[in-house]
């Protein structure tokens, strides 16, 4: 059986206020072609499918057109879960009929544990794979409120809720051992000693975590999605992030942060894995530097026609003010096919940002917004530590109580 993990697609997604249908259709696109170049047997998409859970009309679209052109591949089999952007009540409105066409989705904790367990049988009634399709994992699925509990209880109680949410479904998967099939668990959440890089938008922070050494062993592969840097988690081989197709942020250009999906070809219960990278679909280019450097980059730039029109960053290391900065940068990019999104001025003294200004809120989460104010407020170490740790958590609540 070959297998395709991929997570984190973010349909819908604004970057700086810019729509991205374009490069959400290109990749989708592009993602099929893998899938039927590879002869997909089954593919796994492990949450976050779309940005919000409002998704704009155009990503709902996207998603169902794919679901569609799926039917023109080999692929046989797709699960699917949500994840923390995902509206669990979007994804699971079509379940029933997305199930005929093999399509199993689990957008969150069903009331059943079993039936996070899925069984893939062929036409002859066969079972060629069983997963268990575990979705993002909300307090509520995982953990009850206790009045007065302190802060590192409240943590452990979460850590132990998920571990014993996979331990749980393992009993269920025990009596497929011998069927000698792929038994694998999908996860959208933060594996400990997982390289997080700061990208994606993790509002629980350690709270969710998990200890790679707590999957069980059972589990053949686990598909995980959450971090948008595709890895391996610690030494595990078969424990992955597969990371998402699109860079999401400036964050996520630059070596080390190539977008790939993994391709797992199993023969029996062990497996082969092959990575594929995915082709640009646009163009992020961060430039930084003294403004006389910044311009000779500028003026370099060379983006061809055929592409889609490259989105630059653009830092400014100085500690003067520069008269018609934004009429400069934009005389020295035209024409270039490229929009300049984002610029900023920082001191070449300390690169740590002395206030925020308006421009740098457009490109910063909530979390980092929050971080800014506490240093400019000169908040202590351990006192910092906790009242992160807090507004992470009310985050989280205000996050699933949007839950449609």
């Known amino acids: 059986m070959k297998i395709l993990h991929t997570s984190d697609w973010h349909l819908g997604q604004k970057f700086i206020n810019n729509e991205r249908k374009q490069e959400n259709k290109k990749v989708l696109d592009w993602l099929l072609k893998v899938i039927d170049d590879e002869e997909i047997d089954l593919l796994l998409i492990a949450g976050d499918i779309f940005d919000t859970m409002n998704p704009p009309n155009y990503a ?28 669990p009540s979007t994804l699971n409105a079509p379940k029933e009929l997305l199930r005929t066409k093999n399509i199993f989705v689990v957008g969150n904790v069903p009331e059943k544990l079993e039936d996070e367990v899925i069984t893939l049988q062929n036409k002859a009634g066969e079972i060629e794979a069983v997963i268990a399709a575990v979705p993002y994992l909300r307090d509520v699925d995982i953990r009850q409120s206790v009045a007065g509990e302190l802060y590192e209880d409240r943590s452990e109680r979460i850590r132990t809720g998920i571990k014993n949410h996979y331990h749980q479904l393992a009993e269920h998967l025990k009596q497929y051992e011998q069927l000698n099939v792929p038994l694998i668990a999908t996860g959208h959440l933060f594996a400990a000693k997982a390289e997080d890089n700061k990208t994606s938008r ?20 686990v598909a995980l999605g959450h971090i948008h840097k595709a890895q391996r988690v610690y030494y595990k081989n078969h424990i992955r992030y597969s990371g998402s197709l699109i860079p999401l942020s400036f ?28 082709p640009t679909q646009r163009r992020l280019i961060k430039i930084e530097g003294s403004y006389e450097e910044v311009t000779a980059q500028l003026l370099a730039l060379e983006i061809p ?14 500690e003067k003010t520069i008269p018609n900065l934004v009429e400069n940068l934009k005389a020295l990019v035209k024409g270039k096919h490229v ?66």
Request: aromatic residues 10%; charged residues 35%; proline residues 1%.
């Open 305 to 318: 026609k055929n592409e889609l029109e490259a989105w630059l960053e653009i830092i400014i290391l100085t």
């Open 251 to 278: 964050k996520e250009i630059g070596e080390g942060n190539e977008k790939s999906v993994y391709v797992l070809e199993f023969d029996g219960r062990t497996f082969e894995k092959k990575t594929i990278k995915v």
């Open 60 to 87: 709902r679209t996207l998603y169902y057109n794919f679901l569609t052109k799926l039917e023109q591949t080999n692929c046989k089999y797709t699960v699917i879960v949500g994840g923390n952007h995902d509206s």
């Open 202 to 221: 993790i509002y629980i922070g350690n709270i969710e975590n998990i200890d790679v050494d707590d999957f069980p062993a059972i589990f053949d592969y």
């Open 339 to 404: 929009e300049i999104l984002n610029f900023k001025l920082q001191s070449t003294i300390s690169k740590s940002l002395k206030k925020m200004e308006a421009q740098d809120l457009k490109t910063m989460d909530e979390t980092e917004i929050f971080d800014k104010l506490l240093d400019v407020h000169k908040i202590d170490k351990e006192n910092k530590e906790i009242l992160k740790q807090t507004y992470a958590e009310l985050l989280n609540s205000m996050e699933e109580q949007d839950i449609e």
